[in-house]
């Protein structure tokens, strides 16, 4: 079940450009896109969220694009920072499990900034 | 700023015993989740908790799990008779109006 996907284990990146990390999902039924960042030993903590009504959407360093007839989504962050260094989690939900709207998990990125 | 604990941070048990992971999550929330992690593999969804009954489960909640929110702030995930393969970081989450989840550290369970 790969319903979202992340093709890229890894990335690396220099301190001070741009890190994007991309993911796809083949589910037409998602509606809200999440991304989170996780750090060894501790949760995912969320980033910043789409809405398939959207296109864009920008919180300070963070801007998540969102590609609906390609069913993707990509998460920019510019600049990039040393503590930006963590796992990224591209997750996804839809209307269909109800007002429950679970998440479903794509496999991570590594995101390295280095400086 | 408001955050979802889990206890224990770590718990080690042996094949068949019971364990109860125990969750927090944010005070005026409305949905609550546990996730699992197995190491090196995808974060999945357990089960979703709204209104005081389950709303939602995966295949993986079956009749070895079971939740409960026995005191209007906890929010525990117990599981009857442990398994190798139940061994994973369970993460518990909560949501209140809008759609984002926030996350808790997460208990590592080890069955040995």
């Known amino acids: 079940d790969q319903q979202v996907k992340q093709n890229s284990p890894s990335l690396s990146v220099q301190e001070g450009r741009i890190s994007i990390l991309n993911c796809d999902y083949t589910n037409s039924m998602f509606d809200y896109f999440l991304w989170y960042k996780k750090y060894p030993a501790e949760g995912p903590t969320f980033l910043i969220s789409i809405s398939s009504i959207k296109d864009k959407n920008e919180d300070g360093r963070f801007t998540v694009f969102l590609n609906k007839s390609a069913k993707h989504l990509s998460l920019h962050i510019v600049p990039s920072q040393p503590g930006d260094s963590a796992v990224y989690f591209c997750?996804?939900?839809?209307?269909?499990?109800?007002?429950?709207?679970?998440?479903?998990f794509g496999s991570g990125t590594q995101l390295t900034v280095l400086p | 700023e408001p955050e979802v604990t889990q206890t224990p941070s770590h718990q080690v048990t042996q094949m068949g015993q019971e364990v109860i992971l125990r969750c927090v999550p944010i005070?005026?929330?409305?949905?609550f989740y546990w996730y699992r992690q197995i190491l090196g593999q995808k974060v999945e969804f357990l089960v979703s908790f709204y209104n005081n009954e389950i709303s939602e489960k995966s295949e993986i909640f079956d009749d070895q799990f079971s939740v409960e929110r026995p005191d209007g702030s906890n929010f525990t995930l117990k599981i009857r008779s442990t398994k190798l393969e139940d061994s994973a970081m369970y993460f518990c989450?909560?949501?209140?109006?809008?759609?984002?989840?926030?996350f808790g550290p997460g208990t590592r369970l080890t069955v040995l």
């Open positions: 005070s005026n929330h409305l949905y």
């Open positions: 997750a996804a939900s839809d209307s269909s499990s109800g007002s429950a709207r679970q998440l479903t």
């Open positions: 989450a909560s949501r209140g109006g809008w759609n984002e989840q926030f």
